[in-house]
């Protein structure tokens, strides 16, 4: 047999083999897509029992899905032939509006899927879901590598917003975290997302628009890169005048100060509103009895402008060297004079700035995904 031969035979036997593997994903997907239509946990709402057959109607006083099939969307009027003044639709209560013109909800849904930090991914569904039955199998896909996955839907009254279990959708819609303060989303978190997406899309009776992995790391990266150049953590030190702090005293006057101690041994100041404002560190291990050097360390880009958190650690800092008997330096124990502090101020401000023109203000939902 010559080498014509054998590679022809080994061409043939490859083509076989695909053709195999074609027909075999054709028949899987056929075969789920009928598992769904005939599922015995979906209610059958033409045949209930001890009830004549009839069309479902669904009169809840809500505009019809855009769009939506004959018969199979929410429909305003009552049912055709009804007796005149037995039909009251019910009108559904309406959430309260923010200044933006959004619901909570609808705000809750932008900030968890947000087309400026997550990479979009559609999902069509084939017919309107509840929340209910949909929400045991989206959360078995909540991270990728660090990066999280969240889900929102389009709900029935027109507005996008987390899953809920007593809501209706008719559409859906995944968002991946492109950058985190330590990477940016890769091809194998990628493509991770894709086949669990897919396996997930194809339990739930929906179809997912992939978009272009090229593109996507592309973006990824430009947004990790910003992330990078932006991690900025700014911190004062505390430096004894004399004898080293016993670590029982220095913990009570802290306390006393506003700080909340952590299991970590690190102190925070919150913010009053649940927040954090800076931290400090002893700079020592647990257990150690002594120390002469604190730091106090703000995350610039997760505190906003208006709770001026330099302004905030610099006066706790001279509060401190008050209560102390201390002096504020820096890295290299050289003393910080107000001049010096001043201009550092200056720097934070133009920092902030940077931030807001990138649409990525400082303190945000948006900043605290993305340095978190």
């Not at 429909?75 to 309406?94: N, T, W």
């Not at 504020?328 to 133009?350: H, K, R, S």
Request: negative net charge.
């Amino acid at each position: 047999m010559t080498d014509l031969q054998v590679s022809l035979l080994a061409a043939g036997g490859v083509f076989i083999a695909g053709v195999y593997t074609y027909n075999k994903w054709q028949e899987y997907k056929a075969k789920k897509t009928v598992e769904r239509a005939f599922a015995s946990d979906h209610d059958d709402v033409l045949m209930r029992a001890g009830e004549p057959r009839q069309e479902p109607s669904f009169d809840l006083g809500l505009n019809p899905i855009p769009g939506a099939a004959s018969g199979g969307g929410f429909d305003a009027e009552p049912s055709v032939g009804a007796p005149e003044g037995d039909f009251a639709p019910i009108a559904p209560a309406q959430a309260p509006v923010g200044p933006d013109g959004l619901t909570p909800a609808a705000e809750l849904a932008n900030s968890l899927v947000d087309p400026l930090i997550d990479c979009l991914i559609p999902l069509a569904l084939e017919i309107a879901v509840r929340g209910d039955k949909i929400l045991p199998v989206l959360q078995t896909l909540r991270h990728v590598g660090n990066k999280p996955v969240h889900f929102i839907g389009l709900h029935v009254n027109g507005d996008w917003e987390p899953i809920t279990h007593g809501g209706v959708y008719t559409k859906l819609q995944a968002g991946v975290q492109m950058a985190s303060r330590t990477t940016a989303l890769n091809e194998l978190e990628y493509s991770e997302l894709v086949t669990r997406l897919r396996a997930v899309a194809d339990e739930i009776g929906a179809e997912p628009e992939i978009p272009d992995m090229i593109e996507v790391m592309g973006e990824s990266r430009t947004l990790h890169r910003f992330v990078a150049g932006h991690d900025a953590q700014l911190g004062v030190n505390l430096m004894s005048n004399g004898a080293p702090w016993s670590m029982a005293t220095l913990i009570g006057a802290l306390e006393k100060q506003g700080f909340d101690v952590r299991p970590d041994g690190r102190f925070a100041m919150p913010d009053g509103e649940g927040g954090i404002l800076f931290t400090l560190s002893t700079n020592v291990t647990l257990g150690a009895d002594t120390t002469s050097r604190l730091t106090l360390l703000l995350d610039v880009p997760c505190v906003a402008p208006a709770r001026d958190g330099f302004g905030a650690m610099v006066t706790c800092a001279k509060q401190l060297v008050e209560r102390l008997d201390c002096t504020i330096v820096d890295d290299f124990d050289q003393p910080l004079t107000d001049a010096a502090l001043a201009e550092i101020n200056g720097q934070v401000l133009e920092f902030y700035q940077e931030m807001e023109a990138a649409d990525i203000p400082a303190g945000s939902t948006r900043a605290m995904r993305l340095f978190s």
